[in-house]
């Protein structure tokens, strides 16, 4: 099946440090979504992005579906962003999202 | 709009019980997947239904079912409880395929 892989696992940052978070994907695919998970287990969703270029203020990020990957953007980090972010894609043959392992960000005041 | 909901928030059960989990699909949302995240994992695929039938399953044993209902909302069953099933559930909502997806706050069973 197809493999999902996010880097890096965990990222410790000093409030307004900005941060690249990467996913990659072996296969094509139809849907790309990056979500935040909230300390209670919330998934909030960042960006529906299957490919191209998206911004929503501090955050951002690009898909490159020919190069199978993607990248999240976050600028002047906030504690309020600390959590887990996860990559999540959607085969072309329909399989429903696979999940990469998240990465782990802590912003430090 | 409410976007997807989920009850129970929290749950404990014992083992060998059988638990049913429920989500209410974000207005206008047709297909309803079910994932289970262990701790310190990603989100596992269940199944997914579309038209009050299973379209798709994830490696999941034949003690998860589920159903949906006309209005669109969905059940998770879980019979026979095992310690190992004691995980976040989560229920995801869409309108058809490959379209962006939205999830509940999901629903803690704990397992004893």
């Known amino acids: 099946g197809i493999q999902v892989e996010q880097s890096p696992p965990d990222l410790i940052l000093q409030e307004g440090a900005n941060s690249t978070l990467r996913c990659n994907f072996s296969d094509s695919v139809n849907n790309l979504q990056w979500f935040h998970q909230n300390p209670w287990g919330q998934l909030i969703n960042l960006f529906y992005i299957p490919s191209g270029t998206k911004q929503n203020g501090r955050l951002s990020a690009t898909t490159v579906a020919t190069e199978r990957y993607s990248l999240l953007y976050i600028s002047s980090s906030q504690t309020t962003d600390s959590g887990v972010y996860f990559c999540?894609?959607?085969?072309?043959?329909?399989?429903?999202?696979?999940f990469g392992p998240g990465t782990r960000l802590s912003v430090l005041p | 709009d409410a976007g997807v909901t989920q009850s129970p928030t929290h749950l404990i059960k014992t083992r060998g019980q059988q638990v049913t989990l429920r989500c209410s699909p974000k207005?206008?949302?047709?297909?309803v997947s079910w994932y289970q995240q262990a701790l310190g994992q990603g989100p596992q695929f269940i199944f997914q239904y579309y038209e009050e039938e299973e379209r798709q399953r994830g490696n999941f044993p034949d003690r998860f079912s589920g159903h949906q209902f006309p209005n669109y909302s969905s059940e998770l069953n879980v019979n026979a409880l095992l310690l190992g099933d004691s995980a976040l559930y989560l229920c995801?909502?869409?309108?058809?395929?490959?379209?962006?997806?939205?999830f509940g706050q999901g629903t803690r069973l704990t397992v004893v």
């Open positions: 999540a894609v959607e085969l072309r043959s329909g399989q429903n999202f696979v």
């Open positions: 995801a909502s869409s309108a058809g395929f490959f379209t962006e997806a939205f």
């Open positions: 207005s206008g949302h047709d297909t």
